[in-house]
């Protein structure tokens, strides 16, 4: 992992959303299936997220253009590439999530 990157891990109701920031660009980036983990009540966020990239990709490739991957950690301490959009396109992407808790969210 290269010196720019830091993995930072927060909690949103409980929830880890895992994060990164770019000291290069001076920008986080956070796992969207965390997002959406921390977002719904979905038994499988990853699935929830495939979903969703699809009807994305539909309405317009906007949002699913700026997805990237990065290495987080996972729960087994070992890191995979995941898909991380930047503050903008978090903000995005919790307005397409239909969750009471996107307003919480935002505040945090």
Same mark, same amino acid.
């Given at each position: 992992?290269?010196?720019?990157?830091?993995?930072?891990?927060?909690?949103?109701?409980?929830?880890?959303?895992?994060?990164?920031?770019?000291?290069?660009?001076?920008?986080?980036?956070?796992?969207?299936?965390?997002?959406?983990?921390?977002?719904?009540?979905?038994?499988?966020?990853?699935?929830?997220? =495939?979903? &969703? /990239? @699809? %009807?994305? !990709?539909?309405?317009?490739?906007?949002? $699913?253009?700026?997805? =990237?991957? &990065? /290495? @987080? %950690?996972? !729960?087994?301490?070992?890191?995979?590439? $995941?898909?991380?959009?930047?503050?903008?396109?978090?903000?995005?992407?919790?307005?397409?999530?239909?969750?009471?808790?996107?307003?919480?969210?935002?505040?945090?």
């Amino acid at each position: 992992m290269s010196d720019k990157l830091g993995t930072i891990s927060n909690l949103f109701e409980g929830k880890e959303i895992r994060s990164i920031w770019d000291s290069e660009k001076e920008e986080y980036y956070f796992s969207v299936v965390d997002v959406i983990n921390a977002l719904t009540d979905s038994n499988d966020a990853r699935k929830y997220w =495939s979903v &969703l /990239k @699809l %009807r994305l !990709k539909k309405e317009g490739p906007e949002l $699913t253009t700026f997805c =990237s991957q &990065l /290495k @987080l %950690r996972a !729960k087994d301490g070992k890191f995979y590439n $995941t898909d991380v959009l930047d503050t903008k396109g978090i903000l995005r992407l919790i307005e397409s999530v239909p969750s009471n808790k996107a307003e919480v969210f935002c505040t945090k």
